[in-house]
Antibody, heavy 124, light 109 residues
Framework: QVQLVQSGAEVKKPGASVKVSCKAS????????MHWVRQAPGQGLEWMGW????????NYAQKFQGRVTMTRDTSISTAYMELSRLRSDDTAVYYC?????????????????WGQGTLVTVSS | SSELTQDPAVSVALGQTVRITCQGD??????ASWYQQKPGQAPVLVIY???NRPSGIPDRFSGSSSGNTASLTITGAQAEDEADYYC????????????FGGGTKLTVL
């Protein structure tokens, strides 16, 4: 079945970097954009950006530009999200999610499946 | 960038019908998708496009859209429907971005 499995929880100090992985299975990895979304404790979903696993092209939310890097390794069907210069307010659960687009209708898109989430805690 | 606005909280009596709304300019150009999230779990897709349900989602969940407003309707709400619900669409400001609504906490009484 189509599945995204993320790496385990991380604890980092302020100023450090974290790299979260998202391993895809059950479908052609290069055929779908992968997005990253985070959720701070008790807060809503916040979109961070996407990567095109086929070309490696990326697009990041303005808020994260300069601090986030999304990459992929097609040989192992895995996407990565690295966030640098961590602050305490980066403490959140980070999700990867596959974007699906309706055939011949780019205005219809949806995210399914989602990874199980990776808790990143930033604390001194 | 665009924004999507949702009511923070909505309640419904068991077995009754509830509508959760999502407003934003991007919805005039793009369809919303809807996600259910229960505590400690990842979001789950419940509705996408005009009114499409993934396999495994009960048919009491339906979607609709008019103008700048998308709606998720639960007809005959069950206790297990108590969760946070998020809408999402593409950004219509010209950037290749994605936007999420702030979420609606649904309480089933």
């Amino acid at each position: 079945q189509v599945q995204l499995v993320q790496s385990g929880a991380e604890v980092k100090k302020p100023g450090a970097s974290v790299k979260v992985s998202c391993k895809a299975s059950g479908y052609t990895f290069t055929g779908y954009y992968m997005h990253w979304v985070r959720q701070a404790p008790g807060q809503g979903l916040e979109w961070m950006g996407w990567i095109n696993p086929n070309s490696g092209g990326t697009n990041y939310a303005q808020k994260f530009q300069g601090r986030v890097t999304m990459t992929r390794d097609t040989s192992i069907s895995t996407a990565y999200m690295e966030l640098s210069r961590l602050r305490s307010d980066d403490t959140a659960v980070y999700y990867c999610a596959r974007e699906n687009i309706a055939v011949n209708n780019w205005s219809v898109n949806w995210f399914d499946p989602w990874g199980q989430g990776t808790l990143v805690t930033v604390s001194s | 960038s665009s924004e999507l606005t949702q009511d923070p909280a909505v309640s419904v009596a068991l077995g009754q019908t509830v509508r959760i709304t999502c407003q934003g300019d991007s919805l005039r150009s793009y369809y919303a998708s809807w996600y259910q999230q229960k505590p400690g779990q990842a979001p789950v897709l419940v509705i996408y496009g005009k009114n499409n349900r993934p396999s495994g989602i009960p048919d009491r969940f339906s979607g609709s859209s008019s103008g700048n407003t998308a709606s998720l309707t639960i007809t005959g709400a069950q206790a297990e429907d108590e969760a946070d619900y998020y809408c999402n669409s593409r950004d219509s400001s010209g950037n290749p971005y994605v936007v999420f609504g702030g979420g609606t906490k649904l309480t089933v009484l």
